[in-house]
């Protein structure tokens, strides 16, 4: 038998301060997006960040999560997630970079990751980017009160299949709302022994497809954080946090502009 799933149903006045969160949060992306540039190290980036955050009177709920020393995971080229930012790795043209992080506004959580080009990068690899957007989108379709999580998860994998890239197993989404990793989990592939529960409205979930541009496979490092790919592809991650409503889902953590 499986554990018994604890899902918070999050009331209205909950609901508003997830959306506030999530507003948030869609402005630190937007305005990360446009200071990322080639030679600027790692670290430098989480510290722009970090400041983002905290201007807006968040908190970033990373730093000494389970021992975690920053308020950004930030994962370049063949580091799929968590990886720790450092002052001299420096961000090279032609790189690709994995940023996710979570906040808090008055005790509710916002988790969002996207993934950047720095500089100019070959045309396979935006697509790449750009396809891994797209996978979230396929998935949250069916974000809906009444269908069980593997509709999402199974139209993710699918869609990542047809485009030949791998889907990693090992990481996937989950529920969120005072805390950062709540039921349920939320895969990026099909389960077929196990469809997880059904989707009601007022839960709030995680949607995060993480994908390789060869093989499934990871490995992780010694550092207790880091992931990277086996074959040592490239790897792309785009999560927002998404509302389960009684009609259409509503995604909290987009950019103003997007
Ligand atoms: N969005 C990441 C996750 O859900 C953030 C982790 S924060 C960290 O795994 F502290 F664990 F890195
Ligand atoms: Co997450």
Redesign the pocket.
């Known amino acids: 038998m499986r554990k018994d799933l604890k899902i918070t149903i999050k009331n209205e006045e909950e609901i508003a301060l997830m959306r506030q969160a999530g507003k948030y949060l869609g402005q630190v992306y937007e305005e990360i997006s446009q200071v990322i540039r080639p030679g600027m190290s790692t670290l430098e980036l989480n510290d722009i960040g970090e400041d983002l955050i905290r201007q807006k009177g968040c908190i970033p709920e990373?730093i000494d999560?389970?021992g975690?020393s920053a308020a950004f995971?930030i994962s370049v080229n063949n580091q799929v997630?968590?990886g720790i930012p450092h002052k001299d790795h420096f961000l090279d043209e032609g790189d690709i970079v994995s940023v996710?992080?979570?906040l808090s506004y008055k005790g509710y959580m916002a988790?969002a990751?996207r993934t950047y080009p720095v500089g100019h990068v070959i045309e396979p690899f935006m697509q790449f980017i750009e396809d891994t957007r797209k996978a979230f989108y396929e998935g949250v379709k069916f974000a809906k009160a009444g269908n069980v999580v593997n509709d999402i998860s199974k139209a993710i994998g699918a869609y990542a299949k047809a485009h030949h890239y791998g889907v990693v197993r090992e990481l996937g989404g989950?529920g969120i709302g005072k805390g950062?990793?709540e039921d349920p989990f939320v895969p990026n592939y099909n389960r077929i022994f196990y469809k997880g529960p059904v989707l009601k409205q007022g839960m709030a979930i995680c949607i995060e497809p993480m994908l390789n541009y060869g093989k499934r496979q990871v490995d992780f490092l010694e550092d207790g954080w880091t992931v990277i790919t086996r074959d040592d592809s490239f790897s792309c991650h785009y999560?927002n946090t998404v509302l389960i409503t009684e009609g259409e889902p509503e995604i909290l953590t987009l950019e103003p502009h997007a």
Do not use: R
């Open positions: 990373c999560y389970e975690f995971c997630v968590h996710d992080t979570v988790d990751a989950h950062m990793h999560e």
